[in-house]
């Protein structure tokens, strides 16, 4: 290994909040500008994208969840995120009104008008994976709004206060299924692998090659869409045939623009592709146009 490679790697472990042996940070928790990286990346990643419209569309609304967190920062004392969204789902809502198409609007409207307990089914639906067909079209709104309900939650803790052990499968602070892993430095036998939870941002170490759903190593084996180094691939597993999609966060173009939920839902070609194979995504990302 060359020097220069050597600091380019300790540069990228620094990025990644790791020092060169040290164990890594079991949790990293969400930067409040998630929202504002999310939309810059998903621009550029709309550009001559098939699904360029519907990226676009996102970004739009990551820009509101960034307006809305920068706005409204502080949890109010002794407010959960579950008591905070629907106040976040109304205030970005109204932030949305201009700026959706046409089409949309009834959609806004519809959720304006809704009352608190079916907001609160919708959202355990939605969070749940249990979603009804007439669910899809209010999806993207209402986990916007859970998203920056629990990242403010998230962001406001203390790192070193949640416990997260090397082979925890869910979120250590909401609970929630990863929406990806991502392979952070190294080459694919040494980097480290972050999961990365798609409503409070957090994400949290967890060993490579094995599968993040049932623990077992024997029968994970790893699907692409080419046959390129850099992309997007799936960890699919036989034991429980569910599978995890890896971002490589230091080979993706942009990079360290990265964001799991636009790179995840801009490789939803992946997903078609095991999913065809019978395999089952691990977690959810309600902004993924996946047909049930
Ligand atoms: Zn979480
Ligand atoms: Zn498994």
């Known amino acids: 290994m060359t020097l220069s490679a050597h600091d380019d790697t300790a540069a990228a472990m620094a990025a990644a909040g790791l020092v060169p042996g040290q ?3 079991p949790v990293r928790l969400p930067a409040a500008s998630v929202f504002k990286t999310r939309a810059a990346r998903l621009r550029q990643l709309a550009e001559g994208h098939s699904l360029g419209d519907w990226l676009g ?4 609304l990551s820009d509101a969840q960034q307006q809305r967190i920068d ?5 109010t004392p002794g407010a959960s995120p ?9 205030a970005l809502l109204a ?10 609007r009834p959609t806004l409207a519809a959720l304006q008008h809704a009352d608190a307990a079916s907001l609160s089914a919708l ?9 009804e067909a007439d669910d899809m079209i209010l999806a993207p709104f209402v986990m916007a709004a859970l998203q920056v309900a629990w990242t403010r939650h998230a962001a406001g803790l203390d790192a070193a206060s949640v416990a997260a052990p090397a082979t925890a499968h869910s979120c250590p602070v909401c609970g929630s299924a990863p929406v990806a892993g991502v392979i952070h430095v190294g080459n694919e036998s040494g ?5 990365h939870c798609g409503l409070c941002h957090t994400a949290w170490h967890h060993v490579r090659a094995t599968c993040v759903a049932c623990g077992e190593g024997k029968e994970v084996s790893y699907r692409a869409l080419d046959e390129r180094e850099d992309g997007a691939r799936a960890e699919a597993c036989d034991t429980c045939r569910n599978y995890l999609k890896l971002l490589l966060a230091e080979k993706v173009p942009g990079a360290p623009g990265l964001d799991p939920i636009a790179d995840d839902m801009a490789t939803l070609a992946l997903d078609i ?11 959810i990302n309600p902004f993924l146009l996946l047909g049930e």
């Open 23 to 25: 164990s890594p940070s």
């Open 57 to 60: 569309f996102v970004a739009t």
């Open 71 to 75: 706005a409204a920062p502080g949890l």
């Open 82 to 90: 579950e008591q905070q969204w629907q106040g976040d789902l109304q």
């Open 95 to 104: 932030l949305l009104q201009d700026q959706v198409p046409e089409p949309a």
């Open 123 to 131: 959202a355990e639906r939605i969070v749940g994976g249990t979603m």
């Open 191 to 195: 980097g480290l692998r972050y999961l």
């Open 273 to 283: 592709l095991v999913s065809e194979e019978g395999y089952q995504r691990i977690g």
